[in-house]
Nanobody, 120 residues
């Protein structure tokens, strides 16, 4: 059983920055891919960014050049640095950890979510 605890988020003005972090814990921890997803009201959850254990990254087109995902394997922690935020980035952000090389599979674990609100 993997537990994911997120921190960060909050309220920021458009053009501002926020940083999220997520730490995984649990017995027999097996984590390969980690990532961030988000869900805005009335919309489906969408992928924001993913990172493999080896550091390969993937971003949604909407956040490329503005968001940076990174991880510390020794700490089982994944980070999301969000710059130049705009109101369309407002959503609940969820951390994801998966024992496979892909996030969001049926084997994934999810964090509880953290609210990011960007005011115009």
């Amino acid at each position: 059983q993997v537990q994911l605890v997120e921190s960060g988020g909050g309220l920021v003005q458009a053009g501002g920055s926020l940083s999220l972090s997520c730490t995984a814990s649990g017995s027999g921890l097996r984590i390969s891919a980690m990532g961030w997803y988000r869900q805005a009201p009335g919309l489906r959850r969408e992928l924001v960014a993913t990172i493999t254990r080896g550091g390969n990254t993937n971003y949604a087109d909407s956040v490329k050049g503005r968001f940076t995902i990174s991880r510390d394997n020794a700490k089982n922690t994944v980070y999301l640095q969000m710059n130049n935020l705009n109101p369309e980035d407002t959503a609940v952000y969820y951390c994801n950890a998966d024992p496979s090389s892909r996030t969001g599979t049926s084997m994934s674990s999810w964090g509880q979510g953290t609210q990011v609100t960007v005011s115009s």
